[in-house]
């Protein structure tokens, strides 16, 4: 059949539908409104969680101000095209791995004021393009020094408000050069309002293209420290910045000194020249201070080990020569650095950078060697990479000096040189004499080079750094005190991306590997870090490093511990010139204000040899947050010495106090109070010796409750109507008498009533006298009456 070919092509069509169906939209979820296919608005709408069946289409996702309390690692699934997603003041808690691994096209990621209480390695896997993240006003406490690395994209991070207290610091970076030198690309952070007191340089230093930094709203502890950030500022003006509000005094707010005490609210900025002190006490009664000296407490970079190691054999033409072997420390902050995203699996970077050799020398070498290079104090030498000397067991070039950029100076350096790391040696690279460093036992050089490297984005997104920290929060306990004879525990809490190597370097300089015991088992070491010495001596006192080593990282934690004979100052200490004098019953505060940096613990050893701080008070004595020893209410055996005891990281100092308590004169104790109302005891023997004053008084029961004057109130007057004379009494004497027991009625509680009623007036008394009665202050069940009769029911006086 022929067909004309309008038919023909109408036929063609109708086959087409049939076997391709058109694609069929999703529908918006009913809680939301779509205003396009790409959008999803669903705020304000109470959700638990995120609509299933979103569309694959979909670029932006507002999920805002909802009751989202949990994210599945299928929730955001095959959502490739999303490029904005918002999930901020909702209820998360904790965000599974690989949640985000499918939202490759993802720029804009806002989850502020939710729970999370950490980023771990994996929680940012698959967000490669994103650009601006928001993670202000958390719960965050922990950010996993890996989090970040592959997302080379980033350029914003936004941390305000959260609990962060510790950095590592490569947290920040997203990629890393020559397994070594980790860099950052972003240019926005913010970290104020968190727990921060101090911040590594080395992070600042991984941020080469950083425009702005928020730390304001933290407790900056001011001392030796946090240093580094002013000359950081200087060299990088503008980038740290204070919070703009014309509600705030003077307009704006700016990271500020917590402490120390004499620094507190000063700007952190402003600080020049911050210092790490010991405490010393100020007392008007001392003849002597301690030194104020600046501490000499080893930093991480002292433990350090070599960066790597270099062989040179100079010479020149003048017929000079020396051969040096020489380590490497670890390489300066990269002075020039440089990258671009050369297509979506590629980063091109430019690296220029310095590192100091260390030489040691006899006097024979260095006076060679000054002959030698002498001339390249102020200007280096520069050389050229030239043939390949030898290839095993490691490469070794030749260098020799550039004659067109050292005209003015050339005199024909020549440098065999093998190096480890191989990659400093570069095809270019220049040598300098740091004149003003070198001794004749040690010449320091400085060997600048500048090299390429082509890294691959998904090597880096894989890539996993080694790294090491230990635990700096406000509670970890970095001072301690000890009576001697007793026991101390310092915990190093670690925490790293593998096994790691944990030391202990003791006062004495020894170092020892956890785990550790001595031979008397004596000092120990755990293999969690937890150092115990379980009697200390005056040879345990001093500083303690925690040293946590895993391959390319390394961080260190100094302990002091000082310890303490007693609480009483030892032959030619000071101590206050006068005891302080008071009475046994009254309040005592004895203040105790010590400078140092940073501010020191005050801790407080009492008479009894207890040790009281404000972390660790007492049941009957308290120290306040400014030092000061308290106790509300004082007995005749708090007499004795108190010694105060101020302590940082740097150093320790000590003063002691006596305090003499005496019993106030003319207060006569008071008898113990006993049950007032009569009660059973049938079949006990229920008669008690009362004492005399003079009887409780030699006794030094203190249990007592104090009354309005000296007169025994069990006493009084015989009634009216007994013979003052019977049995024996004298007619003149008030007596003691037992109440009468009151058996158990047996008729109706009327008639008993009755009978007790009719006794008692029987007796003289009266139903509305008010004067105390025998059977009011002593133990129910006495056998006696007041005229030494037996009283039951029904009988008369």
């Not at 939209?25 to 396009?36: A, I, L």
């Not at 320091?444 to 929060?473: C, G, H, N, P, Y």
Request: aromatic letters at 6%.
């Amino acid at each position: 059949m022929n067909m004309d070919p309008p038919a023909l092509c109408l036929l063609h069509t109708v086959l087409l539908m049939v076997m391709w169906p058109p694609a069929v939209s999703v529908p918006c979820p009913r809680p939301c409104s779509c205003p396009q296919p790409t959008e999803l608005h669903c705020t304000f709408r109470s959700l638990l969680s995120i609509p299933a069946a979103v569309s694959k289409d979909v670029e932006r996702v507002n999920l805002g101000f909802n009751s989202i309390n949990k994210i599945t690692d299928k929730s955001l699934a095959g959502l490739r095209k999303l490029e904005l997603l918002m999930v901020h003041g909702n209820e998360i808690h904790n965000l599974p791995n690989g949640v985000f691994r499918d939202l490759s096209s993802l720029q804009m990621l806002k989850m502020s004021y939710n729970k999370l209480k950490e980023i771990n390695r994996r929680t940012l896997h698959g967000l490669w393009a994103l650009a601006r993240l928001h993670l202000d006003h958390n719960h965050l406490e922990f950010i996993h020094p890996d989090a970040f690395q592959g997302l080379t994209s980033l350029r914003m991070l936004q941390l305000e408000g959260n609990r962060i207290q510790q950095l590592h610091p490569a947290t920040f970076s997203t990629f890393t050069l020559m397994g070594h030198f980790h860099v950052s690309t972003l240019k926005h952070l913010f970290l104020s309002d968190n727990g921060l007191t101090s911040l590594p340089s080395r992070l600042v230093a991984t941020m080469h293209q950083l425009e702005n930094l928020y730390l304001h709203g933290n407790p900056w502890t001011c001392d030796c420290n946090m240093r580094w950030l002013h000359g950081w500022d200087k060299t990088s003006p503008g980038v740290l910045k204070c919070k703009k509000d014309k509600a705030l005094p003077g307009g704006q707010l700016c990271p500020m000194c917590s402490s120390p005490r004499h620094l507190e609210k000063k700007e952190l900025q402003a600080m020049e020249n911050l210092v790490c002190s010991s405490p010393v006490i100020s007392s008007p009664h001392r003849t002597s201070t301690p030194d104020d000296v600046e501490s000499e407490v080893m930093t991480t970079e002292d433990f350090r080990e070599p960066f790597g190691n270099i062989s040179l054999g100079l010479s020149d033409e003048h017929g000079n020569g020396v051969d040096l072997v020489c380590g490497i420390s670890e390489p300066r902050e990269l002075s020039k650095i440089s990258w671009e995203q050369v297509n979506q699996v590629q980063l091109s970077s430019n690296i220029s950078l310095s590192v100091d050799l260390e030489c040691p020398v006899d006097r024979e070498k260095y006076e060679q060697l000054w002959r030698l290079i002498a001339y390249y104090s102020n200007v280096p030498a520069h050389l050229q990479r030239g043939a390949m000397l030898k290839k095993d067991p490691h490469p070794t070039y030749v260098y020799r000096q550039d004659s067109e950029k050292d005209a003015q100076y050339f005199t024909g350096v020549k440098v065999n040189m093998m190096a480890q790391p191989a990659w400093l040696m570069q095809t270019s690279a220049n040598l300098q004499l740091n004149r003003l460093q070198s001794s004749a036992k040690m010449v320091k050089l400085i060997l600048t080079t500048d090299f390429s490297e082509t890294v691959q984005a998904e090597l880096v997104r894989r890539q996993r750094r080694t790294w090491v920290m230990i635990e700096s929060t406000n509670t970890t306990r970095k001072v301690l005190s000890a009576i001697l004879g007793s026991p101390s525990e310092m915990h190093c809490n670690v925490h790293s991306s593998g096994q790691q190597v944990l030391h202990w370097m003791l006062p004495d300089g020894s170092k020892v590997e956890a785990p550790f015991s001595s031979p008397d088992n004596r000092l120990t070491v755990s293999t969690d870090g937890r150092l115990v010495i379980k009697a200390v001596s005056h040879t345990d006192a001093g500083i303690y490093y925690c040293i946590a080593k895993v391959h390319g990282d390394l961080a260190v934690m100094p302990f002091h511990l000082t310890v303490q004979e007693s609480s009483s100052p030892p032959p030619g200490e000071d101590a206050s010139v006068s005891p302080i004098e008071g009475f046994a019953g009254n309040p005592i505060s004895l203040p105790c204000t010590a400078s140092g940096s940073p501010d020191a613990e005050i801790k407080w050893i009492l008479p009894n040899n207890n040790i009281v701080s404000f972390q660790a008070n007492s049941s009957r004595a308290v120290v306040y947050s400014n030092g000061t020893l308290h106790i509300p209410q004082t007995q005749f055996l708090d007499s004795g010495y108190y010694r105060c005891v101020a302590i940082n990281q740097h150093g320790v100092d000590s003063l002691a106090t006596k305090i003499t308590l005496a019993r106030r004169k003319g207060m006569i104790r008071p008898l113990r109070k006993f049950p007032v109302r009569p009660q059973s005891a049938s079949g006990l023997n229920t008669q008690i010796k009362v004492p005399t004053e003079e009887a409780e008084e030699a006794s030094g029961d203190v249990e007592v409750t104090q009354v309005a004057a000296p007169v025994n109130p069990l006493r009084r007057r015989i009634p009216e109507g007994v013979s003052p004379g019977r049995r024996g009494v004298h007619p003149s004497r008030n007596v003691w008498r037992r109440p009468a027991v009151l058996r158990k009625p047996t008729g109706s509680r009327v008639e008993d009533r009755k009978n007790i009623v009719d006794n008692r007036r029987k007796e003289g008394g009266s139903l509305k006298d008010n004067r105390p009665r025998a059977y009011d202050n002593h133990p129910p069940g006495g056998r006696m009456g007041f005229d030494g009769e037996s009283k039951t029911k029904g009988n008369k006086s």
